[in-house]
Each structure stands twice: as structure tokens, then as C-alpha cells.
């Protein structure tokens, strides 16, 4: 039995994933964001917003050249069913600095993948503080 995707071995599983990171080239990600959007139970936002803001995302960093992948990005992106903070979504969440955005419809996604993913600040405006 495996604990592995289902007709792989642990081994099999572990190569898959391996070759994959390879052909993503993650040595070269310096930054990560997190979207949630099209949530099972979306509370934050509704879906149609989270979708046109993945969406948004995803052609931005194409179109800027920083998507991660075989063309030579630094920023991974991962859309997220959930991010647990139910409330001014979509939610955002950006590694390594661990910074939280509300709000991130796509006018304020430019804002965060100018300032933040390009220039290194976080954009304060959008940001989550828990104190």
C-alpha cells in the first residue's frame, strides 16, 4: 500500500514531485503569494471577485515576466481555496516576509505586485495587522 497519488509508490511520488520543482526552477522564487479565491464556502468574498483577481494575477506576472517557471520568473503564486481570514477579500498572503492583504481585487493587486513583489515594501494600505 501506498501513501502516495494513487498507482505510485512513496519513491515514484517523491521523483514526480522532485522533476517538477526541477522544471519550475524554485531555486530562483524569492517571493510567493497566496490568493484566496474560488473558496468551497467563500465567506470573504464572493466568487466571482476572487476569480477575476486570480485571474488578474496570473496574466500580470506573466505579462511583467516574474511568474515563476521555464521562462525565468522570481515570484510563485498558489491560489488558495481558503486562507481563513473570512472577511475584505480576496485575502492575500506574501513569503517570505509573511505580509496579509485584504482587498485584493485587481487594482489593488498592481499596487501590491508593483510595491511589494517588484519593489520589496509592503503596500500598508492593504496590509492586515493583528495588533
Request: hydrophobic fraction near 35%.
Amino acid at each position: 500500500m501506498s501513501d502516495g497519488p494513487p498507482g505510485l509508490s512513496l519513491a515514484e511520488a517523491a521523483g514526480s514531485a522532485a522533476e517538477k520543482a526541477k522544471s519550475l526552477d524554485l531555486s530562483r522564487v524569492e517571493r510567493h503569494i497566496f490568493l484566496c479565491a474560488d473558496a468551497d464556502k467563500p465567506k470573504c468574498c464572493e466568487p466571482l471577485v476572487g476569480c477575476e483577481s486570480w485571474l488578474y494575477l496570473k496574466r500580470r506576472l506573466d505579462e511583467l515576466g516574474l511568474a515563476n517557471g521555464p521562462a525565468g520568473g522570481h515570484v510563485a503564486r498558489s491560489k488558495a481555496n481558503c486562507l481563513r481570514v473570512c472577511a475584505e477579500g480576496p485575502i492575500a498572503v506574501v513569503y517570505p516576509e509573511g505580509v496579509w492583504y485584504s482587498g485584493m481585487t485587481p487594482g489593488a493587486l498592481e499596487e501590491v505586485i508593483q510595491g511589494h513583489l517588484i519593489g520589496g515594501t509592503p503596500v500598508e494600505k492593504y496590509r492586515i495587522r493583528n495588533s
